[in-house]
């Protein structure tokens, strides 16, 4: 993510994500290092400054309606987790957490109000899916829980490997390039294909899945429609897509792109954050999309 809001102690970054029928917020903390898509020595990129405190926009989002969003620390130290737990103490029960969530210490996170914990690095590392990491989670936790956080990477047909994932027993039959799960910051590639084959056996171990589209992750250029209809065609567990968005046109898209079962992430481009995108309207566009998304459903129902 491209932008900050400064607290007191802290450094906070936050989203906008909808997840099936019901639009979320997601509180990011701490942003630590460069951002992937900017040069190796770039320093962390500050947007937009506040002084209002991580609780301040949890109550916000409430009072809007929004409810369920995630908060995700990318800081270790204890005002990381300070403002994580402000957060969740301010919505207790409807906020997900993650950042630097592990076996040992998820169900504390649990305890202190998260209503599922997230993770990433402690399943996904060095190019590989810690299975054995992941089984520990899940008895710790419950998969019902647990939401798996992955991270895409286009790779180019003439760079893929020879291997095959323990996850995954198919390949796409696209023409285009495939997409794989990405480890260590985003530079690493593992061998997961992102197919139905990967998604299906991954949704054995969690409840949902948080997608980032690294090739336009804070970029503010679109999205990646290509990925969103993959996740729309093949995800059998609620997702979210997160890269790119920022208009309502681009909601539309994702909407669109993904037959409504992909929901998506808003950032930097919020007018609450010094961006042109009104948060009312945002509000507004994901209501109606639910109410579409009800109709819809009621009229398969029938």
């Known amino acids: 993510m491209d932008f900050s809001l400064s607290t007191a102690k802290t450094n906070s970054l936050l989203d906008l994500l909808f997840q099936p029928h019901l639009p979320v917020v997601s509180l990011l903390l701490l942003l630590e290092t460069p951002h992937p898509n900017l040069p190796s020595s770039s320093a962390p990129v500050t947007n937009f400054e506040s002084a209002l405190p991580p609780a301040h926009y949890s109550?916000?989002?409430?009072?809007?309606?929004?409810?369920?969003?995630?908060?995700?620390?990318?800081?270790?130290?204890?005002?990381?987790?300070?403002?994580?737990?402000?957060?969740?103490?301010?919505?207790?029960?409807?906020?997900?957490?993650?950042?630097?969530?592990?076996?040992?210490?998820?169900?504390?996170?649990?305890?202190?109000?998260?209503?599922?914990?997230?993770?990433?690095?402690?399943?996904?590392?060095?190019?590989?899916l810690d299975e054995e990491a992941l089984k520990e989670l899940v008895?710790?936790?419950?998969?019902?829980?647990?939401?798996?956080?992955?991270?895409?990477?286009k790779k180019k047909k003439k760079e893929k490997e020879n291997s095959t994932s323990s996850c995954s027993s198919s390949s796409s039959s696209s023409s285009s390039d495939p997409y794989f799960?990405?480890?260590?910051?985003?530079?690493?590639?593992?061998?997961?294909?992102?197919?139905?084959?990967?998604?299906?056996?991954?949704?054995?171990?969690?409840?949902?899945?948080?997608?980032?589209?690294?090739?336009?992750?804070?970029?503010?250029?679109?999205?990646?429609?290509?990925?969103?209809?993959?996740?729309?065609e093949s995800s059998p567990l609620p997702v979210t897509y997160a890269g790119g968005a920022s208009t309502i046109t681009d909601l539309e898209r994702v909407a669109e792109s993904g037959k409504g079962r992909v929901d998506v992430t808003v950032g930097s481009a919020?007018?609450?954050?010094?961006?042109?995108?009104?948060?009312?309207?945002?509000?507004?566009w994901s209501r109606r999309e639910e109410e579409e998304r009800r109709r819809r459903k009621g009229k398969g129902n029938n």
């Not at 480890?183 to 299906?200: F, I, M």
């Not at 919020?270 to 507004?284: A, C, H, Q, R």
């Open 59 to 128: 109550l916000l989002y409430r009072d809007s309606g929004l409810g369920g969003g995630h908060v995700i620390m990318l800081g270790a130290d204890d005002d990381s987790k300070r403002a994580a737990t402000e957060a969740l103490e301010a919505a207790p029960g409807s906020l997900q957490v993650g950042g630097g969530v592990n076996a040992s210490n998820a169900s504390a996170w649990l305890d202190a109000g998260a209503s599922h914990v997230i993770v990433t690095s402690a399943v996904f590392r060095d190019g590989k």
């Open 139 to 153: 008895r710790r936790v419950g998969r019902e829980r647990l939401v798996l956080d992955l991270s895409c990477r």
């Open 181 to 232: 799960v990405v480890t260590d910051r985003w530079q690493k590639y593992s061998d997961l294909e992102v197919d139905a084959g990967t998604l299906e056996a991954l949704a054995k171990s969690c409840s949902e899945f948080l997608v980032h589209a690294v090739d336009v992750e804070g970029k503010s250029a679109g999205i990646d429609a290509e990925l969103i209809s993959i996740l729309g």
């Open 270 to 284: 919020l007018d609450i954050f010094g961006g042109s995108l009104p948060f009312s309207e945002v509000v507004t």
